[in-house]
């Protein structure tokens, strides 16, 4: 079945220290994979996606991807993190002929000072 | 450019009674989705409208979910009777035509319902 799976679905870090959030999809052709953000009482916002060009994608607010075809994984990281990006990340893969997109369980990032 | 609204931003309602959740996409954006998040678990896809059309329903839980959108604008979605399960946040998003699932789905802000 076509899935994908966020490792944690909690990540507290320094300030300052990088941040890691893993996710690994269900192999499949041409997957389209998708890092959102929502901050408490917003909406969903777009990070940055992968559509099958550069493997390294970079993102909005200093986040990037990078997509891993031979481990299925597409880890959202970040050099330095900041008070506001506390939030909720959900990786999101769409599949080439499908026409939902399928939510990881969601990782709450929380930033320590 | 105003992004996806969605009405309203939340709902209390009594276990039986009907709700009608409203979501306004993005203006020129023909495809139109619906997703709930109940408590503690993942978002998961309802139905997908392109202009009018449903496009995919295998999302729908049950016959007690209406989802409409005449004219092609904006969608409702009517839980008639609510029960206690229903409650979560309903979100909606909407995408241009022609993106072969390339492309981005705008968000809105969700709809909290909670059924008591």
């Known amino acids: 079945a076509q899935s994908v799976t966020q490792l944690d679905s909690h990540v507290s870090v320094s300030e300052g220290t990088p941040v890691l959030l893993r996710c690994n999809y269900s192999s499949s052709y041409s997957p389209s994979l998708f890092w959102y953000v929502q901050h408490p009482n917003k909406g969903l916002q777009l990070l940055l996606k992968y559509t099958s060009a550069a493997t390294l994608v970079k993102g909005i607010n200093g986040f990037e991807a990078e997509f891993k075809k031979s481990e299925t994984s597409f880890h959202l990281t970040k050099p330095s993190a900041h008070m506001s990006d506390a939030a909720e990340y959900f990786c999101v893969v769409r599949y080439s002929s499908a026409s939902k997109i399928i939510f990881g369980s969601g990782t709450r990032l929380s930033i320590r000072p | 450019e105003a992004g996806v609204t969605q009405f309203p931003s939340h709902s209390v309602i009594e276990k039986g009674q009907t709700v009608t959740l409203r979501c306004d996409p993005i203006?020129?954006?023909?495809?139109l989705y619906w997703y709930r998040r109940v408590m503690g678990k993942e978002i998961k896809f309802l139905l997908h409208f392109v202009k009018e059309s449903k496009q995919d329903e295998s999302g729908m839980p049950n016959n007690r979910f209406l989802a409409e959108r005449t004219g092609g604008t904006y969608s409702t979605l009517k839980v008639q009777p609510a029960e206690l399960e229903d409650s979560g946040v309903y979100f909606c998003?909407?995408?241009?035509?022609?993106?072969?699932?390339?492309?981005?789905?705008?968000f809105g802000p969700g709809t909290r319902l909670t059924v008591l």
């Open positions: 203006s020129g954006h023909d495809n």
């Open positions: 998003a909407s995408s241009p035509s022609g993106t072969g699932g390339r492309y981005e789905q705008f």
